[in-house]
């Protein structure tokens, strides 16, 4: 039987396994925003743009490009002649188009189409050398209780890591002890856990200036686990062109959580 500090473990190391990987998040070099005016993108062939297709429709990422261009999407991984409509991330259909070792993801953020870069090559993924963390505590590892708001989810406007603001869907809140003082933070539900984006007095200093957690979802009783010894770094942390929001109002800790990750560590 593994213990807590062993999971924790295991945990850790499939963290940097997946950040590191050929597609993860340390390989994005952009993010590119588009219209419904064809444009270029930069080291990417063909001419791109939102799909204007009506009001109805599914909304698309559309590209067109020749058989030269090398091009490559599907499950056959075929070349692309002539015109594709990609399906966003947000879509049961989802699409990926590759250019050589290079995946084009579509996404879709409040409405708005964007396209996203992963190179293998990119220099945040080359000079990747881990991520630093506390070492496990179990004293940070707590029960917590869920309580959802009475008139269902909300929605509250938070700042964006590249500094516009979006509304982000939060669904009650978790209260819980840590050396004996009472906190609640603020919560949204994701699948059947709960995440929550949180800040902390070492935010900034010991640790990157916020962080994730996610938490089992609750019982009947709304009785759950936080494990902040689990605080991730988020996405932005690694490459600068993912929109993370900001923690919602409330969600600073007014101590020094020393659990979880740090730092990305560049070699």
């Not at 003082?181 to 007095?201: C, F, K, M, Q, W």
């Not at 932005?236 to 659990?259: E, K, M, Q, W, Y």
Request: hydrophobic share 40%; with cysteine.
């Amino acid at each position: 039987m593994t213990t807590d500090a062993e999971e924790w473990q295991r945990w850790t190391e499939a963290r940097t396994a997946s950040v590191g990987a050929p597609h993860g998040v340390l390989a994005l070099t952009g993010t590119y925003w588009l219209s419904t005016e064809p444009t270029e993108i930069p080291g990417i062939p063909g001419r791109w743009s939102a799909d204007a297709a009506d009001a109805a429709a599914d909304a698309a990422v559309r590209v067109s490009v020749v058989a030269a261009d090398g091009l490559r999407a599907g499950a056959a991984d075929e070349v692309v002649a002539g015109e594709l409509l990609l399906r966003p991330d947000t879509h049961p259909e989802a699409g990926v188009a590759r250019y050589g070792e290079v995946l084009l993801v579509p996404i879709e953020r409040e409405g708005e189409l964007a396209l996203r870069v992963f190179d293998p090559e990119a220099e945040g993924r080359t000079h990747f050398a881990g991520i630093s963390a506390f070492p496990y505590a179990p004293e940070w590892s707590v029960p917590a209780v869920f309580t959802p708001y009475e008139t269902g989810d909300r929605t509250v406007a938070v700042p964006n890591a590249d500094g516009r603001e979006r509304p982000l869907a939060v669904t009650g809140q978790i209260a819980f002890r840590l050396a004996g003082e009472p906190y609640t933070l603020t919560v949204s539900r994701s699948g059947d856990r709960l995440s929550g984006v949180i800040a902390d007095a070492g935010s900034g200093q010991e640790t990157y200036r916020f962080r994730f957690v996610t938490l089992p979802g609750p019982d009947a009783e709304g009785r759950t686990v936080l494990d902040l010894n689990r605080a991730y770094l988020p996405p932005c942390a690694f490459a600068d062109h993912f929109i993370c929001p900001f923690p919602p109002p409330g969600n600073r800790l007014p101590i020094a959580v020393r659990a979880g990750e740090k730092a990305v560590l560049r070699g």
